[in-house]
């Protein structure tokens, strides 16, 4: 059965302290991992598309890696506005997307 | 990057009438659109998925009847919530993909009150 698992569930860091996020997946035959930020109230917005094992993709602070076990969202010195719910999802062969559960990040200044 | 818009982002209505969200994607043709609702602090949880000029796939334990999607066009996905009660009050996101390197892109959200 194809699976996401995030984790943690929450997250609260300090400004300037970096850490992971992890995202966990089982699927039959992955097209594309993807991880998007989501704010309160307001849609998914689009981040990375990883596709292969080894792929790796930068935006400011931000690096997502993956494997063809799991997926990490690297978070470097981050600042009170990353806050955020940080989804982790994956497109499968079948043109099914299952989501993760989040990782609820909470940047303190 | 690509964009997806909904419409309305916020609606209210009586218990009982039909309320219709639009879904388009406005700089590319989306051959397979998405839809999603939303409770509180909890992930997004798909209802269907729809392919233009055909019936969506909807989810298991969603009523194909109550959720009426209409993908009548490349850039355009409608989702129906007939004679809404006040459970299906929640966050309504789409989706779409076939933007540039398939990915998918989201649309704003649509809060919809039942009252």
């Known amino acids: 059965e194809d699976q996401v698992t995030q984790s943690p569930e929450a997250l609260r860091l300090q400004e300037g302290e970096s850490s992971s996020l992890n995202c966990s997946y089982t699927?039959?035959?992955?097209?594309?991992l993807f991880w998007y930020r989501q704010d309160p109230g307001k849609g998914p917005e689009f981040l990375f598309t990883l596709y292969s094992a080894g792929e790796e993709k930068e935006k400011e602070r931000l690096k997502a890696t993956l494997t063809k076990k799991e997926s990490f969202l690297h978070i470097t010195a981050p600042k009170p506005e990353d806050s955020a719910t940080y989804l982790c999802a994956v497109y499968s062969s079948a043109s099914k997307i299952i989501f993760g559960s989040g990782t609820r990040l909470s940047i303190r200044p | 990057g690509a964009v997806v818009s909904q419409h309305p982002s916020r609606v209210i209505c009586k218990s009982g009438t039909s309320v219709k969200i639009e879904c388009r994607s406005l700089d590319f043709q989306a051959t397979t659109m998405f839809w999603y609702r939303q409770f509180p602090k909890q992930s997004l949880m798909l209802m269907a998925t729809?392919?233009?000029?055909?019936?969506?796939?909807?989810e298991q334990g969603v009523e194909k009847d109550k959720f009426l999607i209409n993908h009548a066009s490349l850039t355009l996905s409608t989702l129906t919530v007939a004679s809404a009660h006040p459970e299906d009050s929640s966050f309504y996101i789409c989706s779409a993909s076939g933007g540039p390197g398939n990915t998918i892109y989201f649309g704003e959200g649509s809060w919809l009150t039942v009252v």
């Open positions: 729809s392919n233009e000029g055909s019936k969506a796939t909807y």
């Open positions: 699927v039959s035959g992955l097209r594309g």
